[in-house]
């Protein structure tokens, strides 16, 4: 940032990890009045062994003593039950596999909180996300996001510099009028430079684990936190020659791709006497949820694991309109490489993709995300 940049009232999202705690003290560094907020998402069973928002809490107040910044704990449990957590049961419910924390970025830490932010007469929000937010003038200049406002230009979201850490698929949702007031300082930096810093400077939480898994269910088992609110409903698993191997526990359950968990490991044995192939692992391909039959597969390049189009709904684009047909790069889930694609035209709120080469488990529920090189374009949910 340069000497003649104007300073900013900036809110950061605190969430007790690092990456929040880092970006914090880069903003103040840059002189900027710099205001902490912890979320509070989830309050049931918040002293249970699995759910760490009390500790998180402590360590993100410690981390803005440090810093020397002020810090607000702020319950959005009431919002995030109805915006986020209903919709993650309905969509579980009717079979699909949804990503809560997708819709978490754009309904919570980027509707409801950069809402209360700016109650606080922030200028800007920031979180630690591994992202980048560029803005483009009308002239085609890049204008420094940290000091561009709204009608200055449109905004980009790109992903951040470190390969491995970049969560641009899971901020895919987010519109003009949120990117207009988001900085992710970190986005620029690689996870390593994160850690670095925060032991240079003294952070508390310096070594903490980055945490995993969604947020609400932390690391406990995920079918025993699934069960206390969706009823089993127990039905035949089937090979693709349509024998019987075993029985699943409702299909809510299981998601496409699935290899562990699915309670037919010690048949590998008989399945090949019964014609199902020798000791290849079993994998989840499909779920017909007009029969309650799961089907399983042997092998990861099974043909039912591999697509090689998909349709999509509920689109959300970043730049408010949908990209002009053509070629581009999308991923249909998060830990995967970009694969190219073919954007098919009338892509407004659906879109169809079709690819050179076949995607494996391409999951109802999930979302695929659209790329133009570093550019994230938006995506929707993948319906078929």
């Given at each position: 940032?340069?000497?003649?940049?104007?300073?900013?009232r900036?809110?950061?999202?605190?969430?007790?990890?690092v990456?929040?705690?880092?970006?914090?003290?880069?903003?103040?560094?840059?002189?900027?009045?710099?205001?902490?907020?912890?979320?509070?998402?989830?309050?049931?069973?918040d002293?249970?062994?699995?759910c760490?928002?009390?500790?998180?809490?402590?360590d993100?107040?410690?981390?803005?003593?440090?810093?020397?910044?002020?810090?607000?704990?702020v319950?959005?449990?009431?919002?995030?039950?109805?915006?986020?957590?209903?919709?993650?049961?309905r969509?579980?419910?009717?079979?699909?596999t949804?990503?809560?924390?997708?819709?978490c970025?754009?309904?919570?830490?980027?509707k409801?909180?950069?809402?209360?932010?700016?109650?606080?007469?922030?200028?800007?929000?920031?979180?630690?996300?591994?992202?980048?937010?560029?803005?483009?003038?009308?002239?085609?200049?890049?204008?420094?996001?940290?000091?561009?406002?709204?009608?200055?230009?449109?905004?980009?979201?790109?992903?951040?510099?470190?390969p491995?850490?970049?969560q641009?698929?899971?901020?895919?949702?987010?519109?003009?009028?949120?990117?207009?007031?988001?900085?992710?300082?970190?986005?620029?930096?690689?996870?390593?430079?994160?850690?670095?810093?925060?032991?240079?400077?003294?952070?508390?939480?310096?070594?903490?684990?980055?945490s995993t898994?969604?947020c609400?269910?932390?690391?406990?088992?995920?079918?025993?936190?699934?069960?206390?609110?969706i009823?089993?409903?127990?039905?035949?698993?089937?090979?693709?020659?349509?024998?019987t191997?075993?029985e699943?526990?409702?299909?809510?359950?299981?998601?496409?791709?699935q290899?562990?968990?699915?309670?037919?490991?010690?048949?590998k044995?008989?399945?090949?006497?019964?014609?199902?192939?020798?000791?290849a692992?079993?994998?989840?391909?499909?779920?017909?949820?007009?029969?309650?039959?799961l089907?399983?597969?042997?092998g990861?390049?099974?043909?039912?694991?591999?697509?090689?189009?998909?349709?999509?709904?509920?689109?959300?684009?970043?730049?408010?309109?949908?990209?002009?047909?053509?070629?581009?790069?999308?991923?249909?889930?998060?830990?995967?490489?970009d694969?190219?694609?073919?954007?098919a035209?009338?892509?407004?709120?659906t879109?169809?993709?079709?690819?050179?080469?076949?995607?494996?488990?391409?999951?109802?529920?999930?979302s695929?995300?659209?790329?133009?090189?570093?550019?994230?374009?938006?995506?929707?949910?993948?319906?078929?």
């Open positions: 940032m340069s000497k003649t940049s104007k300073l900013r900036i809110v950061v999202g605190l969430s007790g990890g990456d929040s705690a880092v970006t914090a003290w880069l903003l103040k560094q840059q002189g900027h009045e710099v205001v902490g907020i912890f979320m509070k998402n989830w309050e049931d069973d002293d249970s062994e699995y760490s928002s009390n500790i998180d809490f402590v993100a107040a410690a981390v803005a003593d440090v810093i020397g910044i002020e810090i607000e704990h319950n959005f449990a009431a919002e995030y039950k109805d915006r986020v957590f209903a919709e993650f049961l969509e579980y419910s009717g079979g699909r949804p990503n809560p924390d997708i819709l970025n754009a309904e919570i830490k980027f409801a909180f950069l809402d209360h932010a700016m109650r606080l007469g922030a200028e800007k929000i920031a979180t630690g996300h591994y992202a980048r937010v560029r803005c483009i003038a009308q002239d085609g200049r890049v204008l420094d996001a940290a000091q561009a406002k709204g009608g200055d230009g449109h905004f980009e979201l790109l992903k951040g510099l470190d491995s850490k970049d641009s698929y899971f901020l895919h949702r987010l519109n003009q009028a949120q990117l207009v007031n988001t900085l992710f300082p970190v986005g620029e930096l690689l996870k390593t430079e994160v850690r670095r810093i925060a032991l240079e400077i003294g952070l508390p939480n310096a070594k903490k684990k980055d898994g969604i609400f269910i932390g690391e406990r088992p995920f079918r025993e936190f699934l069960n206390r609110f009823a089993k409903e127990p039905g035949p698993i089937k090979n693709d020659k349509g024998q191997i075993g699943h526990v409702g299909l809510s359950f299981y998601t496409l791709g290899r562990q968990g699915l309670g037919i490991g010690g048949l044995a008989k399945g090949a006497q019964r014609g199902g192939g020798d000791h692992p079993w994998f989840v391909a499909r779920k017909d949820l007009d029969h309650n039959t089907w399983v597969v042997q990861h390049e099974h043909p039912w694991l591999q697509s090689l189009q998909l349709s999509a709904q509920d689109a959300s684009w970043v730049a408010g309109v949908a990209p002009q047909a053509g070629i581009f790069n999308a991923k249909t889930r998060y830990r995967q490489l694969a190219p694609c073919l954007l035209a009338g892509a407004d709120t879109f169809h993709l079709s690819f050179p080469e076949p995607q494996w488990a391409v999951t109802p529920g999930q695929a995300v659209l790329y133009d090189g570093e550019v994230c374009l938006g995506g929707g949910v993948i319906a078929s």
